[in-house]
């Protein structure tokens, strides 16, 4: 429960968009998993929070796609980490699944824009 | 995948310690940092499962994980596992050695090139016919086998093939070769290929040709030691040297199922082994070729058989013999040919044993049905007991169909392992079967072959058995709701009541099975018992026969009967040696003879009987006694009246036992000549003839001192020594007379017990199916009372301290086992009938719905399940009530 109230002002990922952050994330340089975690909660100034347990599925589902690759890299404390980085499917894929979240926004946002009559 | 794994652990650790570090960096303590990052990372395990669902390779994991799961339950659990496979794998292996010599007897093709266009050509209905019949097989004569050759529309090969077994030896106690005479087209139409040598063609069957041989692969290995240099020596086949061609290939046992060969020699060469020099050639009336022919492309059964009845007039009126008997001569023009698939031979086997072994199949099925349903009735113990194991496992996230998974997997180990014992099994099981089907004089040449067929067999059968004892515990185990069990007191959720009634259920199915498969094998048994207990008329212990061949002394035909005499003569004065007396027939051989007959001047009184030849002193030495008039004896010469004793079968048929004596009978025409009369000049006892389980038929004994002396004499005799010691001094006795003269034996009593192969195979192996199956019910049974007991331990407590006795509880219990006893037995009963209609045709002397024997059956499980029962209902009696009220 405890829990729960944490997260109360973040927004839960809608099924299927965390792939389309991931490929988005990684357009701009390859990254290791927490990096990208860490990229989307900055780039979202902590609105939307990266559940690991579903972070490393989608990662490994995407390189099962052959969206994604990734290697072994030394990170800059020495650690090893597993790197991904986009690939050319990858870039691809995010062009398409970005017009489709376009047409998404567009269509819930035409809805949601419309004042109804009397409440003005 | 274990890499992988360990990749995925170092990857997650290192997001952990680089939320870490950040943590540090910001200024938190290590501590602290790395407890909020470990509270941010979220479930390890369950990040980890779920990363590996998105590799997609779940299914096969769960498989070894699960299948690793269940080893080590069987290894906390061993006694569980080692029962559940060895009943599978007797089970199993029982059902698989069955149909291994099923398939063998009935279903698998000869070894020979496209075996499906080869077919068996025979006479639809021989009924009718005359002559001697030589063969159990279908078979036709060698003038109807020559018309057949001069008709072969439709077939791309035609042949014939008869049997003969030669003697090996020169003298003494003979060694035989079992041979076949074969047309020149065998082996080409066969599509066979030598291992040595060559194979015989149509050039070397020629009228008048000299005799080659093809030697069995077997008799090559036996006798040459597979040495390729036999092809080009000389076999002594009765006594005659004969050219060794080549040698037939390997696995290739012959067109009869179960026999095996030992040479193979031309057909023309038939005549010049013949004790006439004529042969088999152009009698009209000796049965012995069958006839095989390969179709050409286009040609199917039908067409063929269409063919043949087409020519069957022609075929039939160009052979009929100038001898044939006036009255059957209709009848034999009237007779149809028809083509048969041939591709899996012909068995003497298949007739005798066909109907048996689907039902010894039908049998072990069903004992494997109960073997089942005690695994079920355990799993479902199990599945109780591991009903909180379950129910935490269900509350924790495990889907219904995983845990389901997990269940059956355990049971689908059990039968991999249970099968690959059995498989094994199988073969031993298999021989065995066979060599339980051999006679003294019938070896069975039976190659048993782990084909696919019978490898589909065992592995349908370990799918079927799975999910017949694993799918019910298995989802009547998961089918709870987690809460209400891991609420449960151990009085018992709704689920384990539940449960309970379907052990119920399972036991009930056994005791029905049960029920009737011990109807089935005391049914055997009295079976066997009624025909090893049939009275023969004579007495057979002490008996045996010598069958004498001097063909190699060479007696000229006039001398030969004073030849036989003499030899007979030489058996009397062996030591030990109490009478001999010649015959032509030995009774309960299968061996036959018999005509119609009437009282002279009167054919409106016609009848059949069967008829024997045989010397003085046979009755005596048979233990036949006389019941008036003389024994045939020195004033019976072929010159005097004819003479025959009858028995009083055909005494009374001819009308009034005494008076017979002295009157007339006429016999009809036979092939071999015309109508003759004789005098009867005694009365014998009725003794059976061609079968121990034969009704009684009159029979007809015919002086051998009135008929014609061939090479072979048949001699009975008795004596007191043990048999084979009598052979030996025979052997040693007839030497004095002459080296050269050939003898086999036959002891009676042994031939006797082997004419009872089938009865006591049925017996044995239903008896022994039977007494598996009340094991295993009785094992189910126990089991069901113990648990029931358990779960009524407090139940049982509270009864006693209200003042229930011992005795109240103890008929409490064996009252429930009453219940199952009896619906079983009902359906028990109902099954019992319909399986005994289906084998009244294996039935001798009892009844398939007896009710005696079905009494027997009911009252043997009722006493086995009481027997079951007793111990746990004992147990019950003696539970304190105040120790059982605090269990809970």
Known sequence: MAKRARYENRIELLQGTLDLLVLQTLQWGPQHGYGIAQAIQAGTSDVLQVDTGSLYPALHRLEKQRWIAATWKLSTNKQRTRVYRLTAAGRRQLASERSRWQMLVDAMGSILAKPREGDA | MRDKDAELRAEIKAHLDMAIADRIARGESPEAAAAAARRELGNLSQIQEATRDAWGRRWLEQVAQDARYALRTFRRNPGFAIVAILSLAL??????????????????????????????????????????????????????????????????????????????????????????????????????????????????????????????HGLWRRAYGADPSAVGRTISLDSKPVEIVGVAPAGFHGLEVGRMFDVILPLCAEPAFSSDGKGRVDAGTTWWLSVFGRLQPGWTIDRASAHLAAVSPAVFRASLPATYPAVSVERYLSF????????????????????????????????????????????????????????????????????????????????????????????????????????????????????????????????????LFGLAPALRGTRMAATAVMRASTRGSTATRDTLSLRRALVVVQIALSVALLFGSLLFARTLRNAASVDPGFSADGLFTATLNFTSVGIPPESRASYRDRAIDHIRAVPGVQSAALTAIVPISGD?????????????????????????????????????????????????????????????????????????????????????????????????????????????????????????????????????????????????????????????????????????????????????????????????????????????????????????????????????????????????????????????????????????????????????????????????????????
Request: proline share 5%; glycine share 10%; aromatic share 6%.
């Open chain 2, 336 to 467: 149809k040919l028809a083509a048969h698939p041939g591709g899996a031979g012909l068995s003497q086997l298949r007739e005798a044993y066909g109907s048996p072994l689907w039902l010894l199949l039908a049998i072990a099925g069903v004992v494997l049905v109960i073997a089942c349903a005690n695994l079920a009735n355990l799993l479902l113990a199990r599945a109780s007991a591991r009903e909180r194991e379950i129910a935490v496992r269900l509350s924790l996230g495990a889907s219904r169909g995983r845990v389901v998974r997990q269940m059956l997997t355990e049971s689908l180990l059990l039968v991999a392992i249970g099968t690959s014992l059995a498989v094994v099994l199988a073969g031993t099981m298999g021989q065995a079967l066979v060599a339980a089907l051999e006679t003294a004089d019938n070896t069975i040449t039976l190659p048993l072959v782990m084909d696919g067929r019978v490898l589909a067999f065992a592995v349908g059968l370990a799918i079927t058995t799975c999910l």
């Open chain 2, 91 to 216: 089970g199993i292996g029982a059902n698989t050695a069955l149909f291994e010599v099923v398939n063998a007897v009935r279903l698998r093709a000869l070894p020979i090139a496209e075996p499906e266009s080869l077919v068996d050509i025979h006479l639809i209905d021989r009924n009718g016919a005359r002559g001697s019949f030589e063969t159990w097989l279908p078979s036709v004569t060698q003038p109807i086998w020559r018309e057949i050759q001069a008709r072969r529309d439709g077939f791309a090969g035609l042949f014939a093939w008869g049997r003969q077994r030669f003697s090996l030896s020169e003298g003494g106690e003979a060694r035989t070769a079992d041979g076949l005479w074969v047309s020149g087209e065998f082996f080409a139409t066969l599509g066979l290929t030598p291992a040595a040598g060559r194979l015989l063609s149509t050039d070397d069957d020629r009228p008048g040709c000299a005799a080659r041989a093809v030697l069995g």
């Open chain 2, 592 to 888: 036959s003879a018999g005509n119609d007959v009437w009282p002279e001047g009167d054919p409106g009184r016609r009848f059949n009987m069967l008829n024997n030849s045989v010397g003085q002193g046979y009755f005596s030495t048979m233990g036949i006694p006389l019941l008036s008039g003389r024994d045939f004896d020195q004033r019976d010469v072929p010159a005097s009246v004819p003479v025959a004793i009858v028995d009083d079968l055909f005494a009374a048929k001819l009308g009034g036992a005494g008076a017979v004596v002295g009157r007339r009978f006429t016999r009809e025409a036979t092939p071999g000549g015309p109508e003759k009369t004789f005098e009867i000049v005694g009365v014998v006892r009725n003794s059976s003839y061609v079968s121990l389980k034969d009704d009684p038929y009159p029979v007809v004994y015919y002086a051998a001192s009135q008929g014609r002396a061939s090479r072979f004499a048949r001699i009975m005799v008795r004596s007191s020594l043990p048999s084979s010691a009598a052979t030996t001094a025979v052997t040693a006795g007839l030497a004095n007379l002459d080296r050269r003269i050939e003898v086999t034996y036959t002891i009676m009593p042994t031939m006797i017990r082997d004419t009872l192969v089938q009865d006591r195979l049925l017996a044995a192996l239903s008896g022994g199916f039977g007494g598996l199956a009340a094991l295993l019910t009785m094992v189910g049974l126990y089991g069901l009372v113990a648990y029931s007991v358990t779960r009524r331990t407090c139940e049982i407590g509270i009864r006693m301290a209200l003042g229930a006795t011992p005795r109240d509880i103890a008929r409490l219990l064996l009252g429930e086992t009453g219940v199952l006893l009896a619906i079983g037995a009902v359906g028990g009963v109902g099954l019992a009938l319909a399986g005994g209609r289906a084998a009244s045709a294996l039935l001798f002397r009892v009844t398939p719905y007896d009710p005696l024997t079905l009494a027997a059956a009911v009252g043997l499980l009722a006493a086995i399940a009481l027997l079951a029962s007793y111990g746990p209902a004992r147990r019950a009696t003696r539970i304190q009530p105040t120790a059982a009220l605090r269990t809970d």
